[in-house]
């Protein structure tokens, strides 16, 4: 059974820094990709950022150049760096990853950007 844990949410003021982190219970490497999504209360689920095994990313438009996602394989951590927070960025954020046919999500980090 698969284990994702998100880590490093909690309150932070607009254009300030947050770093999360995805602990997997087992080897990342054999997940082709690793992404984190975030929900905002009354809204859908959307795609922050992913990488794959051969580390290739895709960005949100909404986080380019400030948001950066990683894969430490030695670690099984995916952390996300974020940068220049705003306030509308405040949601849950998930750890989502895909092994072939197999989908797991984490159950999730609160952010909350406030002054």
């Known amino acids: 059974q698969v284990q994702l844990v998100e880590s490093g949410g909690g309150p932070v003021q607009p254009g300030g820094s947050l770093r999360l982190s995805c602990a997997a219970s087992?080897?990342?490497?054999?997940?082709?990709?690793m992404a984190w999504y975030r929900q905002a209360p009354g809204k859908q689920r959307e795609l922050v950022a992913s990488?794959?095994?051969?580390?290739?990313?895709n960005y949100a438009d909404s986080v380019k150049d400030r948001f950066t996602i990683s894969r430490d394989n030695a670690k099984n951590t995916v952390p996300l760096q974020m940068n220049s927070l705003k306030p509308e960025e405040t949601a849950v954020y998930y750890c989502?990853?895909?092994?072939?046919?197999?989908?797991?999500w984490g159950q999730g980090t609160q952010v909350t950007v406030s002054s």
């Open positions: 990488i794959t095994t051969d580390y290739r990313t």
């Open positions: 087992g080897s990342i490497f054999s997940f082709s990709n």
């Open positions: 989502f990853a895909r092994r072939g046919l197999l989908s797991y």
